[in-house]
């Protein structure tokens, strides 16, 4: 088992039994706190997982090969 965890002032964690060569989803959002946004996290289904990261993009690209 692993625990994946996120924490502010407020914490939430997710436990997975993992099994190798599979890959799993977890996703991470944010609500609303008094001072602070407090982490919700939750297992997410491959399908919803791809669709999301299709939509991501990196804050610094990396660098191109040159050849």
């Known amino acids: ?3 994946y965890s996120a924490k502010t002032e407020a914490s939430d964690d997710v436990t ?3 099994e190798a060569g599979k890959t ?3 996703k991470g959002t944010i609500s609303m706190g008094f001072m602070v946004g407090h982490p919700h996290l939750e297992i997410a289904n491959e399908s919803d ?3 999301a990261l299709q939509k991501l993009d990196y804050a610094v690209k990396a660098p191109s090969p040159s050849h």
């Open 16 to 18: 997975l039994t993992v």
């Open 1 to 3: 088992q692993h625990v």
């Open 24 to 26: 799993y989803y977890i």
């Open 49 to 51: 997982a791809q669709a």
